[in-house]
């Protein structure tokens, strides 16, 4: 899959992965090859992203690329399904084309799914649109 990283904006970065704002409203994680997602990883991905969407006054969507991810363990899963703000967070769409990737999302899916709409894609474009489409179901417009 090649990635229009020219054209996002980079608004953040940690020691699991790299973010972008791909278009308004919508953040697209890439987690650097052969991630160990842990419990700290995740509660530091999930903080950027809500600290994003507040400084912007309004939530948004979050696109997560599972392939580079290497392991994801139990402690991750449990701060994904208790820590994404349904204030902040509009939806999570997890994007994989690979068998690796999809049993890694499937098993994310089956025992820690987040407080908000969440579902998986092969591909980036249907993800993107599934994102949108659930920023404006559920209240991506600015707060006041």
Request: some cysteine.
């Amino acid at each position: 899959m090649t990635l229009p990283l020219d054209q996002w904006q980079e608004v953040g970065r940690n020691e699991s992965a790299r973010y972008y704002l791909a278009e308004e409203g919508v953040i697209v994680v890439l987690p650097y090859e052969d991630m160990v997602d842990t419990e700290t990883s995740a509660r530091a991905a999930v903080k950027l992203q809500i600290d994003y969407w507040k400084g912007a006054g309004r939530p948004g969507a979050s696109v997560v690329l599972v392939d580079p991810v290497g392991h994801q363990e139990a402690g991750a899963r449990r701060v994904y399904q208790r820590e994404i703000d349904p204030e902040w967070h509009t939806c999570v769409a997890l994007v994989t084309s690979s068998f690796f990737g999809r049993a890694v999302a499937s098993v994310f899916l089956g025992l820690a799914r987040p407080p908000v709409p969440t579902t998986m894609f092969v591909d980036l474009d249907a993800a993107l649109s599934w994102a949108r489409q659930q920023n404006a179901t559920r209240g991506m417009p600015p707060r006041g």
